[in-house]
Each structure stands twice: as structure tokens, then as C-alpha cells.
């Protein structure tokens, strides 16, 4: 494993993007999120507390999901990407005075979770824009009990490669940066102190009926982390 990866992102851009907080989870996201929580079926053990790591950009719907499949477990939610959106968190995610869930379940916690308090670890299309993937990685396992298990998802190399193809034939910068491959990925989690990193892929194919809502549907993605990016508008 390269001890310098992600090699094209910018930091100072990626902790701009990082602080700006989504009024509406991308739908992409709310998509992956449904994928990833159908495989919790093959959790044999619940655990008592779980964690979503950023859910207003990992998805609001989909830490519904989370919640329903362990309904009787704590959650805690962990927003990191500005004070503003653990605010706004505190507020999407608090249950009503009115609901039946106010007083069949705990509230949820909201902050960084305690050293080995909770059992797993939730976290939707975060790392791939994250400057210091192998630090978060090592927050994640600080949060995790032992024997409790992480579950995230990241976009991969493959990610816009129509996108990239023609900023290369058109002899541009690169239209983002590297995405990091899962073999790495898995390295990394070994470092961290992880075992037995299972990794899957999924290709998804989205269409656009115009060119102004395949950039709406970027816009809401990410932004290019290249340091070598177009420095205006392109």
C-alpha cells in the first residue's frame, strides 16, 4: 500500500466540500444506503449501539432503514461537517414529543461516540472525498467495541470514467481526482487494526435526459479535489 494515498486530492478543497451541509441527502447516496443495509441481514449478532458517521450527506432515509433493522439497538450520530450541521442533525434526527418511537426506544446520542462504545459503525459514501482516509479509518476503529464491525461504502476508480475519457481527449485536467482502489481500502482497514475486511462492488449505470441534470446530480456528488483542476469554471 502506498503511504501516499489518496494522491490528487486537495485538502483545503476536500474540507471545503466536507463543511457544506446538503439540504437533501443525494439521491445517489439514498440508493447505495439501500443497497448496503440489505446486506445487514448477515449480521448474526445486533448490535447494542450502533454509529452513523455523517447521515445528512450519508442519508437521512437511510439511517432510517439502519433503524428499523436494529430497532432496539442506541443509535449514535456522529455529524462532523460543521457546527451548523450537527445542529441541523440534532434537529433531522430527534424524535417528536408525539411519537410512539419517543418512548419505545432511547434518543438518539449525538458527538463522537466513546472509545469502544458501540458495536458497529455505519458510514455512506464519505470516504472517497475524505483528505486522510487512513485518520478516519483510525476513528472509526477508536469508536468501535471489540468485535464490532464497520459498514461504508465509497465510490471507486471506475467512478465518471465517461467524464474522464473526454477531459483527456479534450486534453484538460483531470475532471477529479484518483479514486482509491478496494485492495487498498482493505489494506488500509488492516492497518487500523481491522480484520477480515470483506470488500463487494457494484457497478451502477445513471442516465440523464439533459446535460443540465447530469451537473445538478454532480453538483450534489462532490466537487473536483484535484490539486490540478481547472482553477474557474469549465
Known amino acids: 500500500m502506498s503511504e501516499h494515498l489518496p494522491p490528487t486530492i486537495d485538502p483545503v478543497a476536500a474540507a471545503r ?3 457544506m451541509v446538503p439540504e437533501v441527502s443525494p439521491w445517489l ?3 447505495v444506503a439501500q443497497r448496503m443495509q440489505e446486506r445487514l441481514q448477515w449480521i448474526v449478532q445486533a448490535p447494542q449501539a450502533w454509529c452513523d458517521w455523517d447521515p445528512l450527506r450519508g442519508g437521512v432515509q437511510g439511517h432510517g432503514l439502519v433503524g428499523q433493522h436494529f430497532e432496539q439497538a442506541a443509535s449514535h450520530i456522529t455529524e462532523t461537517s460543521s457546527p451548523a450541521g450537527e445542529a441541523l442533525a440534532r434537529v433531522r434526527f430527534a424524535k417528536p414529543w408525539w411519537s410512539p418511537a419517543r418512548w419505545s426506544t432511547a434518543a438518539p446520542r449525538f458527538g463522537v461516540p466513546p472509545e469502544g462504545s458501540v458495536q458497529m459503525l455505519w458510514s455512506n459514501m464519505a470516504l472517497h472525498m475524505a483528505a486522510d482516509p487512513q485518520a478516519l ?3 472509526w476503529h477508536r469508536a468501535l467495541a471489540v468485535d464490532g464491525y464497520l459498514m461504508f461504502s465509497c465510490l471507486g476508480p471506475d467512478t465518471l470514467r465517461e467524464l474522464h475519457a473526454l477531459y483527456a481527449e479534450l486534453g484538460w485536467p483531470a475532471a477529479g481526482h484518483a479514486m482509491t482502489d478496494m485492495h487498498d481500502w482493505g ?6 487494526g481491522f480484520a477480515e475486511p470483506v470488500m463487494d462492488m457494484e457497478r451502477i449505470t445513471l442516465t440523464f435526459a439533459t446535460p443540465e441534470r447530469l451537473l445538478q446530480e454532480l453538483r450534489g456528488l462532490g466537487r ?4 490540478q483542476r481547472f482553477p474557474a469554471l469549465r
Open 224 to 227: 473536483n479535489l484535484h490539486p
Open 137 to 139: 479509518i483510525t476513528q
Open 29 to 31: 447516496h439514498e440508493e
Open 187 to 192: 489494506d488500509m482497514l488492516v492497518h487500523a
Open 17 to 19: 466540500w466536507h463543511a
